[in-house]
Nanobody, 121 residues
Framework: QVQLVESGGGLVQAGGSLRLSCAASETIFRINAMGWYREAPGNERELVATVTSGGATDYADSVKGRFTVSRDNAKNTMSLQMNSLAPEDTAVYYC???????????????WGQGTQVTVSS
């Protein structure tokens, strides 16, 4: 079973930056799209940013101009550079790979376990 591992979360002051990364536990031949989501206490999980296999990106309005999503197709990794962080960005951040082909199977989606991002005021 392919697993996604996120890293880079932590505690940062408002106005600061963090960089999240997401990597797969085994070789993946193809990933159609990748995305970052977040879930704050009491809220539903929401989309933060996505990047397609061709590099097209999309962002939630709340993070446009502050966050940048990128992917390395050779390494099958994804990153989220978060700048100008605000307390309302505090959440557990999850990565998701969509349309995943490995040597053994195809999966419609895989989720990471989540990484906590806390922004203090």
């Amino acid at each position: 079973q392919v697993q996604l591992v996120e890293s880079g979360g932590g505690l940062v002051q408002a106005g600061g930056s963090l960089r999240l990364s997401c990597a797969a536990s085994e070789t993946i031949f193809r990933i159609n799209a990748m995305g970052w989501y977040r879930e704050a206490p009491g809220n539903e999980r929401e989309l933060v940013a996505t990047v397609t296999s061709g590099g097209a990106t999309d962002y939630a309005d709340s993070v446009k101009g502050r966050f940048t999503v990128s992917r390395d197709n050779a390494k099958n990794t994804m990153s989220l550079q978060m700048n100008s962080l605000a307390p309302e960005d505090t959440a557990v951040y999850y990565c998701k790979f969509m349309g995943v082909r490995t040597s053994r199977r195809w999966m419609s989606e895989i989720w990471g376990q989540g990484t906590q991002v806390t922004v203090s005021s």
